[in-house]
């Protein structure tokens, strides 16, 4: 299929969570056989069965057309093909990865690396009212638009990220669910000491980061906030001040609380909010013990019951 696509074809999923251990799979013979259409997938928390629906219908419609994936947890893996265009047809991963590739010292720009799949988004479905573009928000559409007006990249799925919490755990200490960060910290001391940790996580893997984002952008506001990311203040300027906002050191200091006191630097870090071998967890592992009940908050992503469904 090479011959037929000389450029690859990019589908992103955007905000995705889930980061694998392994990997399955190489690169088969039929790579050059243009009568294959050869795909490499990270699955992570999604799966790959929508995409083999979506390759069925494709090989019903075009007899002569066979679909091959090579599947892997490993975001790593699936984008490695960007550095080699010859290898896949079409390249499925998540945006932070694909966007290092491509501007990999290689290649001159986007239009050198990827297709253009800007009919995509000019695209109307049956059924609908308008183009996809007009169904997407205008943030992501944005980041889905390079600076030469050309669209790369496209969102097949979005997950919220979040602090997640065990009903029961909270029922049985008469606690109810935390609204201000202020409540959360009471809400926390009220596990110190105790078996059951106030929350739970993984050393490898950040999903506090967004967390932190929010309560940032709660205490300066929104305008503040998105204009920190043009580097721009409140007002419009470009100043130095927007790295000394009130706001912004608020939300740190609260990660700082949250994941700092009982530093698993401490002898006494079990009689903080987290055990101290937290740290030393893969992400699967701590979301296994959280779900055990060995906390009573864990920050997760949306596939949080998805991906451990098979262990209960």
């Known amino acids: ?13 955007c905000f995705t969570v889930i980061f694998g251990f392994s990997a399955c799979g190489g690169a088969a013979d039929y790579r050059n056989d243009p009568n294959v259409l050869h795909i490499s997938i990270w699955s992570g928390g999604y799966g790959t069965e929508w995409l083999k629906a979506v390759g069925r219908a494709y090989e019903e419609k075009h007899e002569n057309i066979t ?16 550095t080699n265009p010859s290898v896949y047809d079409i ?36 059924g609908e009212s308008g183009p996809i573009r007009s169904k997407m928000s205008e943030n992501v559409l944005d980041w889905c638009t390079s600076d ?16 997640t ?19 959360m910290k009471a809400a926390f001391d009220r596990f110190k000491g105790k078996k059951v940790k106030a929350h ?11 967390i932190v984002y929010t309560w940032w952008a709660q205490y300066d ?41 009982g530093s698993f630097s401490s002898e006494n870090a079990d009689d903080g909010y987290f055990s101290k071998t937290a740290t030393g967890l893969e992400y699967m592992p701590a979301q296994l013990k959280y779900l ?20 209960f």
């Open 1 to 13: 299929m090479k011959n037929l696509l000389k450029r690859i074809g990019i589908f992103c999923l």
């Open 67 to 82: 679909v091959k994936y090579e599947e892997t947890t490993l975001r790593e893996r699936a984008i490695i093909p960007l």
């Open 91 to 126: 390249v499925i991963s998540d945006s932070f990865m694909t966007s290092k590739y491509a501007k990999h010292p290689q290649y001159s720009g986007y239009d050198k690396t990827f297709h253009s799949i800007k009919e995509v988004f000019d695209y109307t479905p049956d």
């Open 148 to 163: 030469d007006g050309e669209n790369y990249f496209i969102p097949v799925s979005s997950s919220l990220w979040g602090l």
């Open 165 to 183: 919490y065990n009903v029961d755990i909270l029922a049985a200490e008469g606690i109810a669910v935390p609204r201000t960060t202020d409540e």
């Open 200 to 210: 739970i996580f993984s050393g490898y893997t950040d999903y506090w980061q967004p």
């Open 221 to 261: 506001g929104l305008k503040t906030f998105n204009n920190f990311f043009k580097g721009q203040t409140v007002d419009g300027e470009y100043l130095v001040d927007i790295f000394g906002t009130q706001g912004r050191y608020e939300a740190v200091k609260c990660a700082e609380d949250f994941l700092g006191y």
């Open 292 to 311: 055990q009940g060995e906390a009573a908050f864990m920050a997760n992503g949306g596939l949080l019951e998805k991906e451990k469904r098979a262990s």
